[in-house]
């Protein structure tokens, strides 16, 4: 078992920045990846990035050279540096791993919020 606890989400005008972090506890070894998905009202979740246990990332293209993950593994964490924040980045913002342990395994967080004002 794996449990995400995500946190950094704020209100913040167009233009702005903000810092998403998630830390792992439990099975933190059997984690391969861990990534940052988003919900905006009536849509569906998309991934907004993610990271493998060796370094490699993945962006959208609505976020790539604005947004950038990061791990510290260390600490069990995965971080999400926001600029140039955009209406349209409004959404909830779940923290993942995947991973296998015993079984392949999809694990989630509670969700932070983030709205960007115009």
């Known amino acids: 078992q794996v449990q995400l606890v995500e946190s950094g989400g704020a209100l913040v005008q167009a233009g702005g920045s903000l810092r998403l972090s998630c830390a792992a506890s439990g099975s933190v070894f059997s984690i391969n990846a861990m990534g940052w998905y988003r919900q905006a009202p009536g849509k569906q979740r998309e991934l907004v990035a993610d990271i493998t246990n060796g370094g490699s990332t993945n962006y959208a293209d609505s976020v790539e050279g604005r947004f950038t993950i990061s791990r510290d593994n260390a600490k069990n964490s995965v971080y999400l540096q926001m600029t140039s924040l955009k209406p349209e980045d409004t959404a909830v913002y779940y923290c993942?791993?995947?991973?296998?342990?015993?079984?392949?395994?999809?694990?989630w967080g509670q969700g932070t919020q983030v709205t960007v004002s115009s």
């Open positions: 993942n791993a995947r991973g296998y342990y015993r079984r392949p395994s999809n694990y």
